[in-house]
């Protein structure tokens, strides 16, 4: 069994939110991490904590919406501590916010991109050498509105919706080279976002509002609770475990050691059958 320390999880999205703290995480627990985001100050700033922690961190600036960054990204990792055996799919972008006719289709349609082809992208990047090692772990961050509707916030709900079932049915291409891909819903958690839905007022809805102000008094979700949920499914304890949809508030515990029905914990979110 590899050790923590003998592998190397990427990040997307490493440079704030949910990334950075999964980063600083799995950097705790004994991980070689590639960070990867668009803005160099705050990759630096991470890299910096995890350094100081006496963790071991490459920065790397790049844009999941273009492939070749990606690709060069991946290519760096694999000279620098010999591949990547966990991706950790965290990059992501809000979207406009209101009614879908108000929208921007513009920038919509960003969204898609980074939400959604930039998974795709950091996915396809990874998987040639997982396959060739025969052994690979993908955990894709979904979010609000992958598991019910959410109002004025299509383009966000919609691409994350999307990277579920991505994360199914890559599953299910890659069951016979021992890679496993799941789907992790972090909970509602603070960030940056929180501010963007308080700074939209009446176009995120009154739900939104109470909602994104109980966060920000709050924090959300703590983040060990995020990072337990990722280092198990970063694990070789979860081997059995593929295609699935799990939430941070899930008994995912009992996972390990548990048979499923194939529909449960999946975008179907059956939890009793």
């Given at each position: 069994?590899?050790?923590?320390?003998?592998?190397?999880?990427?990040i997307?999205?490493?440079?704030?939110?949910?990334?950075?703290?999964?980063?600083?995480?799995?950097?705790?627990?004994?991980?070689?991490?590639?960070?990867?985001?668009?803005?160099?100050?705050?990759?630096?700033?991470?890299?910096?904590?995890?350094?100081?922690?006496?963790?071991?961190?490459?920065?790397?600036?790049?844009?999941?919406?273009?492939?070749e960054?990606?690709?060069?990204?991946?290519?760096?990792?694999?000279?620098?501590?010999?591949?990547?055996d966990?991706?950790?799919?965290?990059?992501?972008?809000?979207?406009?916010?209101?009614?879908?006719?108000?929208?921007?289709?513009?920038?919509?349609?960003?969204?898609?991109?980074?939400?959604?082809?930039g998974v795709?992208?950091?996915?396809?990047?990874?998987?040639p050498?997982?396959?060739?090692?025969?052994?690979?772990?993908?955990?894709?961050?979904?979010?609000?509105g992958?598991?019910?509707?959410?109002?004025?916030?299509?383009?966000y709900?919609?691409?994350?919706t999307?990277?579920?079932?991505l994360?199914e049915v890559?599953?299910?291409?890659?069951?016979?080279?021992?890679?496993?891909?799941?789907?992790?819903?972090p909970?509602?958690?603070y960030?940056?976002?929180?501010?963007?839905?308080?700074?939209?007022?009446?176009l995120a809805?009154?739900?939104?509002?109470?909602?994104?102000?109980?966060?920000?008094?709050?924090?959300?979700?703590?983040?060990e609770?995020?990072?337990?949920?990722?280092?198990?499914?970063?694990?070789e304890?979860?081997?059995?475990?593929?295609?699935?949809?799990?939430?941070?508030?899930?008994?995912?515990?009992?996972?390990?050691?548990e048979?499923?029905?194939?529909?449960?914990?999946?975008?179907?979110?059956?939890?009793?059958?």
């Open positions: 069994m590899r050790t923590p320390k003998e592998q190397c999880v990427l997307t999205g490493a440079g704030r939110g949910i990334g950075k703290r999964l980063a600083l995480g799995f950097a705790s627990a004994g991980y070689r991490v590639g960070l990867l985001a668009r803005s160099q100050p705050e990759l630096d700033l991470a890299r910096l904590e995890i350094e100081h922690g006496g963790g071991t961190a490459l920065a790397i600036r790049a844009d999941v919406r273009d492939y960054q990606v690709s060069r990204a991946v290519e760096c990792l694999r000279q620098a501590f010999g591949g990547v966990v991706l950790i799919a965290a990059a992501a972008v809000q979207g406009p916010i209101g009614p879908l006719w108000e929208n921007d289709p513009r920038l919509w349609a960003e969204a898609i991109q980074a939400n959604l082809v795709m992208h950091a996915c396809h990047a990874v998987l050498q997982m396959i060739a090692r025969r052994s690979g772990k993908i955990v894709v961050l979904s979010g609000g992958s598991a019910y509707a959410r109002p004025n916030f299509t383009a709900a919609a691409s994350k999307a990277v579920v079932r994360a890559l599953a299910e291409e890659v069951r016979d080279h021992n890679v496993q891909v799941n789907c992790m819903a909970g509602g958690t960030s940056h976002m929180t501010d963007e839905i308080l700074h939209a007022g009446a809805g009154a739900k939104e509002i109470q909602d994104a102000e109980r966060i920000r008094l709050t924090g959300g979700t703590p983040p609770k995020q990072i337990q949920l990722a280092l198990f499914l970063a694990s304890r979860s081997n059995h475990i593929s295609g699935k949809f799990l939430h941070v508030n899930d008994d995912w515990k009992r996972l390990e050691n048979n499923m029905h194939p529909e449960v914990f999946t975008l179907r979110r059956l939890q009793r059958v």
